[in-house]
């Protein structure tokens, strides 16, 4: 039997990943998940939603019993965590439902957690950093931040679309199945012949929809291109972030960069962060790709940290809230840290 700690059980489920994790203190004990695959186009928010509520059981029991042969019993779990948001609505109510029935039957304090914040702390502990610019890469979030005064303050973001939503809507159109992501990277990597497409930053913020746009009308207009023209779109979006996040180290005088999201397992978007962090004279950090995707392991960290600060969800405030920003959240687990800020 393992040595009895802060012990929490987080399920995760904004969008097409359900996941059960079981964390302590010290390590992921497991983390047992189940993945929507949509027959056609992207996620169906429904069908996504009856596909969380349908696998819980199994998911959430595939956990518990693999962490019962290593000795952790039911009673030794401190507390019940879920991702509250953002994500798309009816796969938010179908996890909070669960987690919301989990917590009282089983007597735990209930714990939501912001779904953004828990990509960059499951990031922060695995890989070490102390106090990292962070660029978040997901499907509907891109986002710049660093940490100051009690919370994560974006320094730039999309003004319209995620680039994975981009990246997943631009492979629908070329007639690749969900998620487009890796699809796009393989062909990209066939080809180095550079497409012009549109290269859209406003101030420190980013548009992707442009970009998507004219990457479609290049694929009309070159139909034998399509490999350059991935190569292309990755080349010109993730300069694009390469852009902006060089920018907010150097404003916020940071020597580490965390690369966070689904996004982030692009082996030439870290290719690219990772010569600009090396001019630099900055040290990059990415988890392992298992971290970066949606999964049951950052919500149950994020709400072992929080339990063990005293911030516990009452069940009248455990509503979900698909808009819920990385900014709106009051960082208490940080306060005792001694560093510039």
């Not at 930053?201 to 548009?207: A, E, V, Y």
Request: glycine share 10%; proline share 4%.
């Amino acid at each position: 039997m393992i040595e009895i700690m802060t012990i929490v059980l987080g399920l995760e489920g904004t969008a097409w990943n359900l996941s059960a994790a079981v964390v302590s203190e010290e390590d992921v004990l497991y983390d047992a998940e189940s993945t929507y695959k949509p027959l056609q186009g992207g996620i169906h928010p429904r069908e996504a939603a009856q596909h969380h509520a349908s696998e819980m059981k199994e998911v959430v029991t595939r956990a518990l019993r693999a962490v019962k042969e290593e000795g952790v019993l039911l009673k030794h779990i401190d507390a019940i965590a879920y991702s509250q948001g953002p994500g798309l609505g009816p796969c938010l109510r179908t996890v909070a439902t669960a987690a919301r029935a989990l917590s009282i039957s089983l007597k735990k304090p209930l714990i939501g957690v912001n779904h953004c914040i828990a990509h960059i702390e499951i990031g922060r502990w695995r890989c070490g950093t102390r106090d990292p610019v962070v660029l978040y890469v997901s499907g509907a979030n891109t986002q710049v931040l660093a940490y100051r005064a009690g919370r994560y303050r974006v320094l730039g973001e999309t003004l319209d679309i995620g680039l994975g939503n981009a990246i997943d809507k631009f492979a629908r159109y070329l007639g690749l199945s969900h998620p487009g992501g890796p699809k796009i990277e393989e062909w990209a990597s066939k080809s180095s012949n550079y497409v012009p497409l549109p290269y859209i930053i406003k101030g420190m913020d980013l548009s992707f929809s442009g970009l998507s746009t004219a990457a479609k009308d290049a694929t009309d207009s070159h139909p034998g291109e399509k490999a350059g023209i991935c190569y292309s779109f990755q080349e010109t979006a993730f300069a694009m972030l390469t852009e902006v996040t060089e920018r907010a180290m150097a404003h916020c005088s940071r020597d580490e960069l965390l690369l966070a999201g689904g996004v982030g397992a692009n082996k030439r978007l870290q290719q690219m962060l990772e010569i600009m962090c090396r001019d630099r004279g900055a040290r990059f950090y990415v988890p392992e790709s298992r971290y970066l995707k949606d999964n049951g392991s950052m919500i149950a960290y994020v709400g072992l940290i929080m339990y063990k600060n005293g911030d516990i969800t009452p069940l009248e405030q455990s509503g979900v809230n698909p808009h819920y920003r990385p900014d709106d959240v009051k960082v208490t687990w940080r306060k005792s840290e001694r560093f510039k800020s």
